[in-house]
């Protein structure tokens, strides 16, 4: 009795673990829309409130609002990585993952100069979608 108890117990353990793996994609799987890249970009980069104004804003100050910066950085790594969840079809968003990885370390370090290039670079990488830059492959 115990035995086939233990057996019962198992195969349903199994087949939980099986029906688990094998389910509907996890959230951080599911491929994003065109939509939703069009918001979240949207919410990062537009109005004098969004992370790009910000950070704009404080690089040109001579002492910056470092913890500001680093959580506006957040904003474009996270940014970054949603161009990873979709199929963007026509460029690639490299040099913006790049450069919003380079702005998240160099705010991390409070480097001014390393920050405000790594900032230049993201936002240049936006003519690779927005101004058919031929350089953008």
């Known amino acids: 009795m115990k035995r086939t108890v233990f057996a019962l117990a198992l195969a349903g353990s199994a087949l939980l673990t099986t029906v688990s793996i094998s389910g509907e994609p996890t959230k951080a799987e599911t491929?994003?829309?065109?939509?939703?890249?069009?918001?979240?970009?949207?919410?990062?980069?537009v109005g004098a409130k969004s992370p790009h104004a910000l950070t704009l804003?404080?690089?040109?100050?001579?002492?910056p609002?470092?913890?500001?910066?680093?959580?506006?950085a957040k904003a474009f790594v996270t940014m970054g990585e949603s161009f990873k969840k979709t199929d963007l079809g026509y460029t690639s968003p490299?040099?913006?993952i790049a450069g919003a990885a380079a702005l998240s370390?160099?705010?991390s370090a409070k480097n001014k100069k390393a920050a405000t290039d790594a900032f230049t670079s993201?936002?240049?990488?936006?003519?690779?979608?927005?101004y058919g830059d031929p350089s953008r492959k």
């Open 94 to 96: 490299d040099k913006y």
């Open 57 to 63: 804003q404080e690089l040109g100050c001579e002492s």
């Open 65 to 72: 609002d470092w913890e500001r910066v680093v959580k506006d």
């Open 122 to 130: 993201l936002t240049k990488s936006c003519s690779a979608c927005h």
């Open 31 to 45: 491929k994003l829309t065109n939509k939703d890249i069009a918001k979240l970009m949207k919410e990062t980069h």
């Open 105 to 107: 370390k160099a705010a």
